[in-house]
């Protein structure tokens, strides 16, 4: 069973860059999906890899910003933040899948995140204006 663990949150103003980390144990599962939830608000979806690395999708909001990538040799997924706002604060998440959740991965369904089996416990992104 596939088990993953975050890292690399932290305080940054506003026009910053973090890199969360997500190491995946035994493997990089098919599919690898960034998700993020901010107080009072529903989780929603940022960036997903799959395909090998060879395919990725990110929410409007982050595109041209976020960079998902993953390297096999460390089975760790990684999302590069670039240019972050204060709407970018929110608890992010790491989450595995099939290669059928990626495949109907859809930014707009709040049920996106079910289809994945296996979540982390999540790392704080704090950005101050």
């Known amino acids: 069973q596939t088990r993953v663990m975050e890292s690399g949150g932290g305080s940054v103003q506003a026009g910053g860059s973090l890199r969360l980390s997500c190491e995946s144990s035994p493997v990089i599962d098919s599919c690898m999906g960034w998700f993020r939830q901010a107080p009072g608000k529903e989780r929603e979806g940022v960036a997903a890899?799959?395909?090998?690395?060879?395919?990725?999708k990110y929410a409007d909001s982050v595109k041209g910003r976020f960079t998902i990538s993953q390297d096999n040799g460390k089975n760790t997924v990684y999302l590069q933040m670039n240019n972050l706002k204060p709407e970018d604060t929110a608890m992010y998440y790491c989450?595995?899948?099939?290669?059928?959740?990626?495949?109907?991965?859809?930014?707009?369904?709040?049920?996106?995140?079910?289809?994945?089996?296996?979540w982390g416990q999540g790392t704080q992104v704090t950005v101050s204006s």
């Open positions: 989450a595995a899948g099939t290669l059928w959740a990626c495949n109907t991965w859809s930014f707009s369904d709040p049920d996106t995140g079910t289809r994945f089996g296996a």
């Open positions: 890899i799959y395909a090998g690395g060879a395919r990725t």
